[in-house]
């Protein structure tokens, strides 16, 4: 009986052992068999917009323990250590949640949740059009600043925000079309225009890529030849058998704003501007879209067909090649190319290394423009956006001006540039100017517009016809031409700024206040000369209204008789709503005049 009593006083201290035991939160022979301990638990993070984040856990376990870090709830490929720093934070990641599971021999065990908070950078709008070197509206073309993007409507505009800097890179892609890469400056809570023309693609030709080949524009001088078996892809995957070349010749004499970038190169590390004689795009790709470049040791002969503003005599024969750093938006140089071919057919041939853009530049001696930016009244305009362009070179550069309204921008000694600047969407006028051999001062200041009613319209040709001029008919019957240029700041609150006599333009006519009614817009030929016309040599009309552009070219119908060209109407409504009505219709003589009220009346935007 006394045996049976002292089990049964046992029996409660033996059960409780037993279940200490099974509890896991025992002695070392058992410590793990649930899984690591964690002793530092990760903690939440706030960083500001573009940092990165780093999240750490600290553990114990049995054996080596391996780690995996989870975003909300879902792994993060390669995040396989006891720390895990993030990519440059977006304010899209604001409020997300990070884990991490620690493993051991035993089992596994998961971490607290870190929150991540993003202190979102201050933003402004970027705002434009993207058109084709015709004119037409490209719908559904990308725009890329960072990591913001916009797609364009169907009249080619495009709005978003974008985190403001002193210079952001924006890209802009359309089927069919060379990309564009464009520098701005996006100031917070305001608004940045900036438009892009794109070009069509020259030639695209199917390549095999063990064999390699020559592929050529039709329609210029333009040519790269692929060595046999000597591309790859950019992304290291696995080679096709067949590519696709894209190759497209950029005149930039024409029109500069078909060059990417700035115009800029870095030297000595600062930004210097650089002059063009004639540039080509060079795309490679295959059936999935990858992009190709040649291979490590590999060269390519490209031939860039000569265009330039330059008198023929001031043509080097040989000059530095420069390719476009799409990250930057700096032109680098590397290499260079000498002039060959007759007359009109001239090109530059060198070798490279790589596919880009590639540019025949020079870095140009420069002087310093000083000028200053006023509105209407004499007030001074601060962060105004200042840019000049060549006349006789193919050239541009920029600054902004302070807050004094006080500019200082480099331009190319001894030349002839226009000069212009752009505050939100309002314009000034532009001012021909003719820089010397040192610094040198404006006479004047440029007017910004007294309201956002306002606009310019800008003309551009190639060499021939040696003389293209612009004419404007206003609501009072007035009309603007080289004869009578009229004025900015007052009636007619239209001129032409810059008249330009000996080919490739630009001419420019500014109206700083909109009358209501309908203004007429034309062309002529006044050398009259048809080797080749307007249409051929080619005319290119931009008119740039608020934040939005449009672009006029002469299509067929010129004939050897048509000297005047009729681009469009401008019906200007008394709430300052402009109507563009494009005409785009030839004739031996001047246009009619539009038919108007008998009372000059300005719109007054609400």
């Known amino acids: 009986m006394m045996k049976w009593i002292r089990m049964l006083m ?14 896991g939160g025992g002695g070392d022979d058992d410590e793990g068999t649930t899984g690591p301990t964690i002793t530092t638990q990760p903690a939440s993070q706030t960083v500001t917009e573009g940092a990165t984040a780093t999240f ?29 720093t993030t990519a440059a934070t977006a304010a899209s990641d604001h409020g997300a949640s990070f884990t991490v599971v620690v493993t051991d021999s035993n089992g596994s065990t998961t971490s607290s949740a870190a929150t991540l908070s993003v202190t979102a950078l201050p933003r402004g709008t970027l705002t434009g059009t993207v058109t084709a070197t015709d004119g037409s509206a490209l719908a559904g073309a990308t725009v890329t600043a960072g990591s913001a993007s916009g797609t364009t409507g169907t009249d080619g505009s495009y709005s978003f925000a974008v985190v403001a800097t002193d210079r952001v890179m924006v890209s802009f892609s359309a089927t069919g079309h060379t990309a564009m890469h464009r520098a701005a400056a996006v100031t917070a809570s305001a608004s940045t225009t900036l438009n892009a023309q794109l070009l069509s693609v020259a030639t695209s030709q199917s390549l095999n890529v063990a064999s390699g080949g ?19 892809r950019e992304d290291g995957g696995a080679v096709a ?19 990417p970038g700035d115009y800029t190169t870095m030297v000595s590390g600062s930004a210097a501007p650089i002059e063009s004689f004639g540039a080509i795009a060079v795309d490679i790709r295959d059936s999935s879209g990858a992009r190709y470049n040649l291979a490590s040791g590999q060269t390519s002969t490209i031939r860039i067909p000569l265009s330039t503003r330059t008198p023929s005599g001031s043509i080097p024969g040989t000059i530095p090649l420069f390719y476009f750093n799409e990250s930057t938006g700096r032109w680098v ?14 090109y530059y041939e060198g070798t490279v290394t790589h ?12 002087v310093y423009l000083n000028g200053c930016v006023q509105d209407a009244s004499g007030q001074p305009v601060a962060d105004a956006f200042v840019s000049t362009d060549g006349i006789n070179y193919t050239g541009t550069s920029s600054t902004r001006s302070g807050t004094d309204g006080t500019f200082r921008v480099a331009v190319k000694s001894q030349s002839q540039l226009a000069i212009t600047a752009l505050s939100g969407n309002r314009l000034t006028n532009t001012l021909s100017v003719t820089s010397g051999s040192t610094d040198s001062t404006l006479e004047s200041c440029l007017v910004l517009s007294d309201a956002a009613a306002s606009l310019n319209i800008r003309l551009t040709w190639g060499q021939l016809p040696a003389d293209v001029d612009s004419h404007v008919f206003l609501p009072s019957g007035n009309h603007i031409y080289y004869s009578a240029k009229g004025s900015l700041l007052s009636p007619t609150f239209a001129y032409l700024d810059v008249d ?8 420019v006519v500014t109206v700083s206040k909109l009358m209501v009614g309908t203004y007429r817009y034309f062309l002529r030929n006044y050398r009259g000369t048809f080797n080749p016309g307007m249409t051929a040599s080619p005319v290119r009309v931009e008119l740039n209204l608020g934040n939005s552009q449009r ?12 000297y005047y060209w009729h681009a469009f109407d401008l019906v200007v409504a008394s709430d300052c709503t402009v109507t563009v009505q494009p005409a785009g219709t030839w004739s031996a003589s001047q246009p009619a005049q539009p038919a108007n009220a008998s009372t000059v009346t300005y719109c007054s935007a609400p």
């Not at 596919?355 to 420069?366: G, L």
């Open 10 to 23: 046992w029996l409660p201290l033996w059960l409780a052992m037993s279940l200490v035991g099974c509890g």
């Open 56 to 84: 750490s856990v600290v553990a114990s376990g049995q054996g080596t323990l391996t780690y995996q870090w989870r975003r909300g709830g879902t792994a993060v490929s390669g995040a396989t250590s006891s720390s895990y």
């Open 214 to 232: 020559t592929v050529s524009d039709p329609g210029s001088t333009a040519q790269v030849d692929l060595p046999a078996g000597g591309l790859v």
């Open 241 to 259: 058998s067949s590519v696709t070349v894209q190759l497209t010749p950029i005149d930039p004499a024409v029109d500069v704003s078909r060059m």
């Open 333 to 346: 140089q590397e290499g260079t190319a000498t002039l060959q071919g007759t007359a009109p057919n001239q």
């Open 355 to 366: 596919f880009s853009y590639w540019n025949a530049d020079q870095v140009v001696e420069t």
């Open 500 to 507: 330009d006599t000996d080919g490739y333009g630009p001419e």
């Open 551 to 562: 672009v006029f070219a002469p299509g067929t119908g010129e004939g050897t008789g048509n």
